[in-house]
Nanobody, 114 residues
Framework: QVLLAESGGGLAQPGESLRLSCVAS????????MGWYRQGPGKQRELVAS???????EYAESVKGRFTISRDNAKKTVYLQMSNLTPEDTGVYYC????????WGQGTQVTVAS
């Protein structure tokens, strides 16, 4: 069984920064892909950023230049550094990991408001 535990969400004002962390525990030694999705109010869940085990990254157009994903494979941890936040970044952020199967965290709320 694999568990993904997110942390680092919260309330931020526009222009501020937050850093999300996700630690994986369980039987999988490594993940081919780790990343973050989000679901805003009334919206579908969307990819925010992902990184392969080899370091290849993918970002949503709306976060390019503002968000940075990184991972520590030895610690089975993925991070999302979010800068210059806007109210449109508000949502529940879900950690995702893939190795054969897809694994999801419970989500952490990020609210950007003045």
């Amino acid at each position: 069984q694999v568990l993904l535990a997110e942390s680092g969400g919260g309330l931020a004002q526009p222009g501020e920064s937050l850093r999300l962390s996700c630690v994986a525990s369980g039987s999988v030694v490594s993940f081919r892909v780790m990343g973050w999705y989000r679901q805003g109010p009334g919206k579908q869940r969307e990819l925010v950023a992902s990184m392969t085990i080899h370091g290849n990254t993918e970002y949503a157009e709306s976060v390019k230049g503002r968000f940075t994903i990184s991972r520590d494979n030895a610690k089975k941890t993925v991070y999302l550094q979010m800068s210059n936040l806007t109210p449109e970044d508000t949502g529940v952020y879900y950690c995702h990991a893939q190795r054969g199967s897809n694994y999801w965290g419970q989500g952490t709320q990020v609210t950007v408001a003045s």
